[in-house]
Every structure is written in C-alpha cells, then in structure tokens.
C-alpha cells in the first residue's frame, strides 16, 4: 500500500466556515489513504480577537446562514442569543487553540474530535467556546482532564507550542498566498500545492480526486 498523502488543514476553532468544512474534514481524516495534520491560524487571536458588538454579531450571524445553506451544518437559536448576543467577552480564538494545541501535545489522534466537540458546544449547544471554563468543561467529558489541568494553569511549553503553531500556519499561509481559512496544504516537503475552500463544499469524491491529481 502507498503512503497515505499528507494534507495539512489551515483553520481557526472560531472560524464558521471551518465549521461548515468539519462534515468532509471528518470523513477525509477517517481515509486510511491521507494523512490530516491540524494547523490553527490564530486568526482571531491576540490582535485578531475583537469585540462581539451588535453590527459584528449582525453579520457573524449573516455569514452563518450562508455556511449553514452551503454546507448543511446547524447554527441554533441558542448560539444566536447566548453567544453571539453576550457583550460582555471578547470573539478571541486564543483560549481553544491553546486547548487544542494541549490536546496535540497529550493526544495528538484526538485533535480533530476535540475542535470537532467546540465548534458543536459553541454553534449547537450556544454555550461559548472563548471561555476557558467551558473548554475545560468539553474536555473532561472526552476523558482529556490532564489538558483542562494545563489550559487552567498553562505552562511554559503550552504557551511556546501554541505560538510556535500560529507562527508556522501564518508562514505556511503566506508562502502559499492563502487569503483565509479554511485551506488546505497538499503534499510533503518542496512538493506541496493549495487548495482553496470551496474544495471542502462539495463532495467527498469529488474533493478526493482534487486532492489525488495535486
């Protein structure tokens, strides 16, 4: 049997079209003939964090409807009001790439389930995936307590993983000229091409064979 073909996934947990992307991202992952390896972005954190005022709430949830028809993927009524309408927290993707990159470094194979298990708290459950206490909440109940142990306490080697992360997903998007996420990076070494997002709107077949002929 060949090698399975690497795919390297540029993300945010807070990014709602990565959301929508997670349906074929899944069943991709679960191919014994690729290799899905995660790279958050930090797109909306440290600087990219913002405010949740009422014009950005308006079109956050503007956007959703869009990702929720291409896609198929649920926004509730209950992530609507409790989480897009709380003015009292920051739209900061810090605190679940920092869980996320603690779920890396524990459990590496657990990884996708675990953003998988934020994105539905926060878009589903309307429970908000910026707060520390809920991540940890999320992750005891994947049975992951020694990572909500680090995310409450973080250490020095969580912190450099997760800016070493960012930092090489930011590089990764600028050598590629990727505009946004989600993307994904197709191949090893020096040969490696991008794919855009729209690649995870369609199909699994039809993604597939893109990913094969890059």
Not at 26 to 35: G, H, K, N, P, V
Not at 56 to 81: C, K, M, T
Not at 83 to 111: N, W
Not at 189 to 199: C, E, K, S, Y
Request: one cysteine or more; proline letters at 4%.
């Amino acid at each position: 049997m060949s090698a399975p073909i690497h795919i390297t996934y540029l993300f945010d947990p807070l990014c709602g079209w990565c959301y929508g992307a997670s349906t074929l991202l899944e069943q991709l992952a679960a191919r014994a003939d690729f290799a899905v390896a995660l790279a958050p972005t930090g797109l909306f954190a440290g600087d990219g964090a913002r405010p949740m005022d009422d014009g950005f709430a308006a079109y956050a949830w503007s956007n959703d409807q869009r990702i929720s028809r291409s896609s198929g993927q649920p926004f509730s009524e209950a992530y609507r009001r409790d989480v897009l309408g709380d003015r009292t927290r920051l739209f900061d993707s810090g605190p679940a790439t920092l869980a996320l990159t603690g779920v890396a470094l524990t459990a590496p194979d657990r990884e996708l389930e675990a953003l998988k298990a934020f994105q539905v708290v926060r878009y589903v459950e309307g429970r908000d995936s910026t707060d520390i206490g809920v991540l940890s909440e999320v992750l005891r109940a994947m049975n992951l307590s020694e990572v909500a142990a680090r995310l409450a306490a973080p250490d020095t080697a969580l912190i450099a993983a997760y800016r070493a992360r960012i930092e090489a997903a930011r590089a990764e998007m600028r050598r590629f000229g990727a505009n946004g996420v989600p993307a994904l990076i197709v191949g090893t070494g020096d040969d490696r091409r991008l794919m855009q997002a729209n690649a995870l709107f369609g199909s699994l077949d039809v993604l597939v064979d893109g990913l094969k002929a890059a």
